[in-house]
C-alpha cells in the first residue's frame, strides 16, 4: 500500500470541497431557473398568500402601512377600495414577480461564478495530486 503524501492529501481534500461547491452552486442554479421560467413558485408565501384576494391584500397593507401594530396610530391610512383594490393588488403582484425573477437571474450569475471558479480550482487542484500521487 503506498503511502499518501501531505501534498497529495492537500490536492485531494480541496477537490473535495470543490465538488461539494459545484452541487450546491449546480443545485441553486436549477433552483434559480425555475424562478426565472416561473416566478409565482419561487415567490415568497407570505407574499403570495396576500395577493390573493382583495381582503387579503388590505390586510397585507395595513400590517405593511403599520409596522408596529401594538401602537395606536392617530390616523388610518387611506386604501383604495374596490376595483381600485384590486387594480393595485394585481399591479403589486406584477411587481413583486418582476422582483423574485430579477432575484433569480442575480444569482444564476452569482452561482454561475462560483460553479466556474469551483471547476477551475477542482481541474488544478486535480492535477497538483496526481502529480505528487506519480512522485510520491
Not at 45 to 65: C, G, P, T
Not at 69 to 94: I, V, W, Y
Not at 107 to 114: A, G, K
Request: hydrophobic share 45%; charged share 20%; aromatic share 14%.
Amino acid at each position: 500500500m503506498k503511502k499518501t503524501t501531505l501534498l497529495e492529501f492537500y490536492a485531494l481534500t480541496v477537490c473535495f470541497f470543490s465538488i461539494v461547491a459545484l452541487l450546491f452552486s449546480f443545485s441553486f442554479i436549477i433552483w434559480n431557473g425555475v424562478g426565472i421560467i416561473k416566478p409565482e413558485f419561487t415567490l415568497p408565501e407570505y407574499i403570495w398568500k396576500n395577493h390573493q384576494s382583495d381582503e387579503a391584500f388590505k390586510q397585507y397593507l395595513l400590517s405593511s402601512a403599520c409596522p408596529y401594530p401594538q401602537e395606536e396610530k392617530k390616523s388610518k391610512p387611506s386604501l383604495p377600495e374596490g376595483s381600485a383594490l384590486t387594480t393595485a393588488r394585481n399591479q403589486s403582484f406584477m411587481e413583486a414577480l418582476k422582483a423574485e425573477k430579477r432575484s433569480s437571474v442575480q444569482n444564476v450569475l452569482i452561482n454561475l461564478i462560483i460553479l466556474i471558479l469551483a471547476s477551475f480550482s477542482f481541474i488544478g487542484h486535480w492535477k497538483i495530486g496526481s502529480k505528487a500521487r506519480i512522485n510520491g
